[in-house]
């Protein structure tokens, strides 16, 4: 998934270049830079999916290619059954509101009788949990919409 930092440096090489349009898609997020003119602002749009987007991870520029993304998508990298916490009778990994750490177990998807944990990739905040527990999921399927902490914040 594309960071912060990674937004930042496509930014400044596309106004160093003096692009006018620019898009990149990576690991199932689409980022699109389209600028108003040759010295207008950037516009920057992104996409957690190309054709849909319930939750999109949406980006906004400054005029000094400043970005900051909105929500980002995690989404499930296999097909199994979604499971909110470690056993039915625990509390579940995380609730709407929590914040997050990078690397925090969000939940466990179980596939060929495996459990698989799925980690944050990021700092933040659960916005949005679009699965129920013991659902099946797909590979692809939005699990959870987390709004990035920004840095020093």
Same mark, same amino acid.
């Given at each position: 998934?594309?960071?912060?930092?990674?937004?930042?440096?496509?930014?400044?090489?596309?106004?160093?270049?003096?692009?006018?349009?620019?898009?990149?898609?990576?690991?199932?997020?689409?980022?699109?830079?389209?600028?108003?003119?040759?010295?207008?602002?950037?516009?920057?749009?992104?996409?957690?999916?190309?054709?849909?987007?319930?939750?999109?991870?949406?980006?906004?520029?400054?005029?000094?290619?400043?970005?900051?993304?909105?929500?980002?998508?995690?989404?499930?990298?296999?097909?199994?059954?979604?499971?909110?916490?470690?056993?039915?009778?625990?509390?579940? /990994? &995380? *609730?709407? #509101?929590?914040? +997050?750490?990078? @690397?925090?177990? $969000?939940?466990? %998807?179980?596939?060929?009788?495996?459990?698989?944990?799925?980690?944050?990739?990021?700092?933040?905040?659960?916005?949005?949990? /679009? &699965? *129920?527990? #013991?659902?099946? +999921?797909?590979? @692809?399927?939005? $699990?959870?919409? %987390?709004?990035?902490?920004?840095?020093?914040?």
């Amino acid at each position: 998934m594309m960071n912060l930092d990674e937004i930042k440096r496509i930014l400044e090489m596309a106004r160093e270049h003096s692009l006018s349009e620019f898009e990149i898609e990576q690991q199932g997020i689409r980022l699109r830079i389209k600028r108003d003119g040759a010295r207008g602002p950037a516009t920057v749009i992104g996409a957690a999916e190309v054709a849909a987007s319930r939750a999109p991870v949406e980006a906004a520029a400054d005029t000094d290619a400043e970005a900051s993304i909105e929500l980002a998508v995690v989404k499930s990298p296999i097909v199994g059954t979604f499971y909110r916490s470690p056993d039915p009778n625990a509390r579940p /990994f &995380v *609730e709407s #509101g929590d914040t +997050v750490r990078r @690397g925090q177990v $969000l939940c466990i %998807i179980e596939a060929m009788k495996l459990m698989n944990e799925i980690d944050s990739e990021l700092d933040g905040e659960i916005v949005e949990i /679009f &699965v *129920e527990n #013991g659902q099946p +999921v797909q590979y @692809g399927d939005q $699990l959870f919409a %987390i709004r990035p902490r920004q840095a020093g914040s």
